[in-house]
T-cell receptor
Framework: EPEVTQTPSHQVTQMGQEVILRCVPI?????FYWYRQILGQKVEFLVS????????KSEIFDDQFSVERPDGSNFTLKIRSTKLEDSAMYFC???????????FGDGTRLSIL | GDSVTQMEGPVTLSEEAFLTINCTYT??????LFWYVQYPGEGLQLLLK???ADDKGSNKGFEATYRKETTSFHLEKGSVQVSDSAVYFC?????????WGAGTKLIIKP
């Protein structure tokens, strides 16, 4: 069965550094998402992406965050200047249509020191 | 805004016991409802879904019925196995995002 793949599985970064989290969605999917889960808290929506542009974003997704689909297969989340509170598990998801079940990757654990 | 409330865990059961994990929601309209499961060291996997009132989602022996009257979507399984040990998340679709419950950790002892 096709899978969403995320790399790296664990990223350790110094505060203030830029970090890029990578995702390869399922190939025929059209809608892409990032969620995050801070340890001990609920999974939270960050952003959705369709037709090469952001379709929705939460208030968490401020100017420090950006997303890109640079080559038609990868879907990346960039955090420009990381803060301690960005430490979380970040999940990428994709789906064929906006109201269909989302398929998730295994997540990237981001640790900011 | 919309929200999902799950029973707190961990829930510890013996193998072959009956499982119920409660989930209630608050939403305008009738959102699609989901259960996702996260096995140790893995990502979020869709377990089952229901898209309208009285729908029953089922998969791998798990079931959940969309109850509009009680705004609930409780997860049940008749006989759990050690391999069912995981964290279970209830979620609803809110037009453009999934809204998640806090997750319930399930521990099954042999």
């Amino acid at each position: 069965e096709p899978e969403v793949t995320q790399t790296p599985s664990h990223q350790v970064t110094q505060m203030g550094q830029e970090v890029i989290l990578r995702c390869v969605p399922i190939s025929n999917h059209l809608y892409f998402y990032w969620y995050r889960q801070i340890l001990g808290q609920k999974v939270e929506f960050l952003v959705s992406f369709y037709n090469n542009e952001i379709s929705e974003k939460s208030e968490i997704f401020d100017d420090q965050f950006s997303v890109e689909r640079p080559d038609g297969s990868n879907f990346t989340l960039k955090i420009r200047s990381t803060k301690l509170e960005d430490s979380a598990m970040y999940f990428c998801a994709s789906t064929t249509a906006y109201n269909q079940p989302q398929h998730f990757g295994d997540g990237t654990r981001l640790s900011i020191l | 805004g919309d929200s999902v409330t799950q029973m707190e865990g961990p829930v510890t059961l013996s193998e072959e016991a009956f499982l119920t994990i409660n989930c209630t929601y608050t939403a305008t309209g009738y959102p699609s409802l989901f259960w996702y499961v996260q096995y140790p060291g893995e990502g979020l996997q869709l377990l089952l879904k229901a898209t309208k009132a009285d729908d029953k989602g089922s998969n791998k022996g798990f079931e959940a019925t969309y109850r509009k009257e009680t705004t609930s979507f409780h997860l049940e399984k008749g006989s759990v196995q050690v391999s069912d040990s995981a964290v279970y998340f209830c979620a609803l679709w809110d037009n453009y995002q999934l809204i998640w419950g806090a997750g319930t950790k399930l521990i099954i002892k042999p």
